[in-house]
């Protein structure tokens, strides 16, 4: 019986390290890959077919650092170094691997070096590295390392520190003491003690001279009025003797022993009467009254004294004799146009002065329309009261004369009056001619065309100017105008005259004309013309209205003649005015400007010439009545009243 046997197998894996080898079957391998190889069999078996992987095994490798002070070695695989460098060694392996390639950088530390300086008092010692020394000099020691370092060489120098010394002399009153190192003394002496050092240093030796200080004493005299009390050392004494007392020091030295002896100061009095005004008051000791009595009041006093009580009598001072003395305006006359009616007419009110002991003055106007008013055709009385606060009363009576200014030369023509006022020149010759052109129709008045000479034109107003009448119309004005006739013509802009209402024409034609007669034609709104002449002969042409100082009107004023030599326009004013100082002329001159109070609110010095004084009045004053007083060197003085409107 033939029988096929199973043919043996095995696997094995043989490691070996770098530089090493196996033997297999009598040959060797010293690199990785794999062997089949038969094994006879030892039991009578077929042999067995073995394979083998080689592996070669990794190589370890090592880096290290090992360091070492001076005077040190280190051992590595057996040998000894005491020198830096590097060092490679073959360090067999413990697990029964490869053996590891090592690679040691040996440093050298460097040596550590101190060095320090150790004081010790006279008497005392210093230890160092566990060795005493008392004396001064130099110690060199080996300090082992606390940190696992290199051992320090520390260079110690010793010091021997001075022995301080103190000498202090220390002070106390009778009955005091002083305590020095925790001892206590009371008597004069000499002390000597050893005083620890609070910084570290050496104990002081210290000497200490003891005294004992003077008592100190004073005498005082304190004095106080009555209802008034002194404090000493803390107790109140309000009753004149004697008093010691001790006095704790405030400079550091001994307490005073005080003796004071207390004053009893005599209290000032007084009487005094006080008077005031009907709606006055007075005021004592920050108290107000207002009526008569007795008053009793305690005055401080202001040099350091009693405080003096005053017995105060209050009384009225009125009613008390009194002189008022009141100057009266001149007469004022103020030319109308003729049949105006009424003008407005401003007339200064009049000045009032009273000696009375109680100021204030009342000035009422009594009779008559006020300044400013309008004032028929003819005289009119106004009259002014003047009262004071002593009961004296003065009057004071002047009249306001308002005259109509007669026409050269009058014609009508229906319900159309025209009037040639007047005509005046300038210094060149030229001619202003003044017409009052009155509408007694229903129907408002279009237009008044006034003829001029052929050829020439009007100086004033311009060609497409607007002219305003003296009633405020405005009026167009076209000069020359060629229809119905060659003249200036003015247009109304708005509601225009009617119902016997009236308006001024004013116009200035050149030198060279010479007109002996006016012709004018005036249009309705119902179209009707009107047409009149009027004849110049009769008509005496005038002066230069601005050379005339009568004339206030041409300088912006109200046509106002005043008496006095002082001229002052416009009046109200908005804050300008002009004063005519030509009869001052020459003259140093002080204006002062005054307020209904009586307060001063603006000055001024200057001296006057010919050309008109233009005062400005400060922006802050607000409306009203004030004075402008003007006066000379002489005292000579004249007062006008004026009305600022703002």
């Avoid at 083998?52 to 000894?80: K, M």
């Avoid at 005004?277 to 202001?302: D, H, K, M, R, W």
């Avoid at 040639?420 to 129709?441: H, K």
Wanted: aromatic share 8%; glycine share 8%; charged share 15%.
């Amino acid at each position: 019986t033939l029988e096929y046997r199973p043919q043996p197998t095995r696997t094995e894996t043989l490691g070996f390290c770098p530089g090493e080898s196996v033997m297999i079957a009598g040959q060797i391998y010293n690199q990785p890959g794999t062997v089949q190889t038969i094994v006879a069999s030892t039991n009578g078996g077929c042999d067995t077919i073995v394979t083998y992987n080689l592996q070669l095994r990794p190589q370890p490798i090592l880096t290290a650092t090992r360091s070492f002070c001076p005077g040190e070695s280190v051992t590595i695989a057996g040998q000894t170094y005491n020198e830096p460098g590097t060092v490679i060694a073959n360090l067999a392996s413990t697990t029964g691997g490869c053996d590891t390639i090592a690679t040691f950088t040996l440093e050298l530390h460097p040596q550590h070096i101190f060095a320090a300086t150790r004081s010790f008092c006279p008497g005392e010692s210093v230890t160092i590295a566990g060795q005493t020394y008392n004396q001064p000099g130099t110690v060199v020691v080996n300090l082992a390392s606390t940190t696992g370092g290199c051992d320090t060489v520390a260079t110690y120098t010793l010091q021997l520190g001075s022995q301080p010394t103190l000498a202090e002399t220390r002070g106390f009153c009778p009955g005091e003491s002083v305590t020095i190192a925790g001892q206590t003394y009371n008597q004069p002496g000499t002390i000597t003690v050893n005083l620890s050092s609070a910084t570290g240093g050496c104990d002081t030796i210290a000497t200490y001279t003891l005294e004992i200080h003077s008592q100190h004493a004073l005498s005082a005299t304190r004095s106080f009025c009555p209802g008034e009390s002194v404090t000493i050392a803390g107790q109140t004494y309000n009753q004149p003797g004697t008093v010691i007392a001790t006095l704790a020091s405030t400079t550091g030295g001994c307490d005073t022993i005080a003796t004071y002896t207390l004053e009893l100061r005599p209290q000032p009095t007084r009487a005094e009467t006080r008077g005031f005004c009907p709606g006055e008051s007075v005021i004592i000791a920050g108290q107000t009254y207002t009526q008569p009595g007795t008053v009793i009041a305690n005055l401080a006093s202001t040099t350091g004294g009693c405080d003096t009580v005053v017995t105060y009598t209050l009384q009225n001072l009125t009613p008390a004799p009194s002189n008022i003395a009141m100057q009266c305006p001149s007469d004022v006359t103020v030319v109308a146009a003729s049949g105006t009616g009424t003008m407005t007419a401003i007339y200064p009110e009049p000045l009032a002065a009273s000696d009375c002991i109680c100021p204030g003055l009342q000035l009422i106007r009594i009779y008559g329309p006020a300044s400013g008013s309008q004032f028929t055709i003819g005289t009119t009385q106004i009259s002014y009261k003047a009262t004071d606060n002593c009961g004296q009363e003065k009057t004071c009576n002047f009249a306001v004369k308002v005259q109509e200014e007669s026409a050269c030369d009058v014609k009508v023509n229906g319900c159309m009056k025209y009037e040639l006022l007047s005509i005046t020149s300038d210094p060149g010759n030229n001619r202003t001619y003044r017409i009052r052109v009155t509408n007694s129709c229903s129907d408002k008045l279009i237009y008044t065309a006034i003829e001029i000479p052929y050829g020439l034109t009007t100086l004033k107003p311009a060609n497409n100017a607007f002219y305003t009448s003296n009633s405020g119309r405005t009026y167009a004005v076209r000069t020359p105008n060629y229809t119905p006739m060659y003249s200036i013509r003015f247009k109304s802009m708005a509601d225009s005259i009617a119902n016997g209402q009236s308006d001024i024409f004013e116009y200035t034609l050149p030198a060279q004309s010479d007109v002996t007669y006016v012709n004018l034609t005036s249009r309705l709104s119902t179209q009707v013309q009107y047409e009149a002449h009027l004849n110049t002969f009769k008509c005496p042409v005038g002066g230069t209205p601005n050379n005339d100082h009568n004339s206030l009107k041409d300088r912006g004023a109200e046509t106002l003649e005043n008496q006095n030599s002082l001229l002052l326009f416009p009046n109200p004013t908005t804050g300008v005015l002009y004063a005519d100082l030509s009869d001052w002329q020459g003259q140093k001159l002080q204006v002062q400007v005054t307020n209904a109070q009586g307060q001063l609110v603006h000055t001024l010095n200057f001296t006057a010439d010919e050309d008109l004084l233009r005062v400005e009045m400060p922006r802050g004053l607000t409306a009203g009545v004030y004075f402008f007083e003007l006066k000379n060197e002489k005292g000579e003085k004249e007062v006008l009243r004026f009305v600022l409107q703002r």
